[in-house]
């Protein structure tokens, strides 16, 4: 058996034309389009690539982006003063302040600020809170987490009923899409470090969530003949046969997990550009619901 590869790059295209479209048909009902703050504080190599990446794909549909870029140094009284500005701009629908804020500013405090309305991140502690309860739903959703479950739902793979594995338990991807698993009723089992026998485990699972960040840590003989494997790992390993001198790889060994799994996603181009789409999508549902567009 060879796995079907699951194009999360082919979805997410998929998913911004859809978006795209949506945009077009909300400026001529409603003489806008929906609009997304992002807030970068410090210099961090990485999120200042994270943030231009959203920027880029806000143009590509049509959402207007507004771009705050602020010094390490601020304060979280003034962090928090533009927190409220953006709350009170009704031209602004999603708020992302992009993770991880230097130490002398408490996360929780600049999350809990921004309006559960604009929590485009879903990380607020209500969006949170929702998702974890059974019969509630958020207004958010996280990400990631809502591209893992987008990337099963648009390959037609059924959860309801079905074992499901998480490996990882971490608060912007483990815990909450394990939460998602299991309001589409899935039977959920989640790992970490403490669990006893974690490949005995993941042998049961009908559906795996990896996303440990431990470069191929997941080996074929560890999958479920026939599973599916969504791994949402980006890990850099040594190779000197790339300009880099290094590539990206998952959690799950890929060429081995492939021969055995029934669909996998690839490291890169499987969850990676779900997880801005997901980011559009979550702007474009908040304008709607500010325009009580259906």
Sequence with gaps: MTAEIIDGKAIAATIRQ???QEVVEMREKAGRVPGLATVLVGERP???TYVRMKKRACAEVGIDSFSYDLPADISQADLLVLVQELNDNP???GILVQL???DH???ETILSAISLEKDVDGFHPLNIG???MKGRDPLFVPCTPKGCIELLDRTGVTIDGKNAVVLGRSNIVGLPVAMLLLHRNATLTICHSRTQNIPGVIRQADILIAAVGRAEMVKGDWIKPGAVVI???VNAVDDASKKKGYRLVGDVDFDEAREVAGAITPVPGGVGPMTIAMLLRNTMDGARRT???A
């Design 46 to 48: 990485d999120s200042a």
């Design 91 to 93: 031209a602004v629908d």
């Design 100 to 102: 991880p804020l230097p």
């Design 18 to 20: 859809e978006i795209a």
């Design 231 to 233: 791994d949402v790992g």
């Design 130 to 132: 929702r998702l974890s």
């Design 291 to 293: 325009e009580n567009i």
């Design 105 to 107: 500013i408490d996360e």
